[in-house]
């Protein structure tokens, strides 16, 4: 079974651009979480969708938005770029049954503003 | 709110030495926990993971046990490799849906 899929793995964007960063969740897999991931930050929880519904989201500005489509793919969006935002993009999923919560990562999108 | 401490590294051992990263939490209810692991340049494994109290997870030769009493779930393994240099990274998830909270992750060095 293939694994969680991101594209792109790099992203170069300007300050004050948008971006937009795609997840393929394993196949059955219905929960979509997303983390960004940086040297002083951390690993932070960003948001997570299950059925196409927003069901948690972090602490983060409301530039960073995502979405859930029906085949459960995910995206995630991020306006007016501020170097801040330069992290790696974490994508996670996970197939909730009989009480197993186990999520699985994707190899991430590396964004740098400039 | 839901929080984990690591042991801060990087922890840097020989071939063949033991290996123990401490992790504590604080959370309510009854959290799940987990250890991940990074190799550079990629995403994160689940190494091992544990629902319950005294639960004991364990996978290519890493353990944790989860003990509430303490609230800890710290990583050992008997006999460290090389390949086992990566940073890993302890993480909760509590009652509020399907987040996972993370510590800040150990470095660990494994020299030949």
């Known amino acids: 079974k293939a694994g969680v899929t991101q594209t792109p793995r790099y992203l170069i964007k300007t300050r004050g651009q948008q971006v937009t960063l795609s997840c393929s969740p394993i196949?059955?897999?219905?929960?979509v979480s997303w983390y960004q991931q940086t040297p002083g930050q951390g690993l932070q929880f960003l948001f997570e969708?299950?059925?196409?519904?927003?069901?948690n989201k972090g602490n983060f500005p409301g530039r960073f938005s995502g979405r859930q489509f029906s085949n459960s793919r995910s995206e995630m969006n991020v306006s007016t770029l501020e170097l801040g935002d330069s992290a790696l993009y974490l994508c996670?999923?996970?197939?909730?049954?009989?009480?197993?919560?186990?999520?699985?990562f994707g190899p991430g999108t590396r964004l740098t503003v400039t | 709110g839901d929080s984990v401490t690591q042991m801060e590294g990087p922890v840097t051992l020989s071939e063949e030495a033991c290996l123990t990263i401490?992790?504590?939490?604080?959370?309510?209810?009854?959290?799940?926990l987990f250890w991940y692991v990074q190799y550079p340049g990629e995403g994160l494994q689940l190494l091992l993971k544990a629902t319950k109290a005294d639960d004991k997870g364990s996978n290519k030769g890493f353990e944790a046990t989860y003990r509430k009493e303490t609230t800890s779930f710290h990583l050992e393994k008997g006999s460290v490799q090389v390949s086992d240099s990566a940073v890993y990274f302890c993480a909760l998830k509590g009652d509020a849906g399907n987040m996972l909270t993370f510590g800040g992750g150990t470095r660990l060095m494994v020299k030949p």
């Open positions: 969708y299950f059925s196409e519904t927003q069901r």
């Open positions: 401490n992790c504590t939490y604080t959370a309510t209810g009854y959290p799940s």
């Open positions: 196949s059955g897999h219905r929960s």
């Open positions: 996670a999923s996970s197939f909730e049954s009989g009480g197993s919560y186990e999520q699985y």
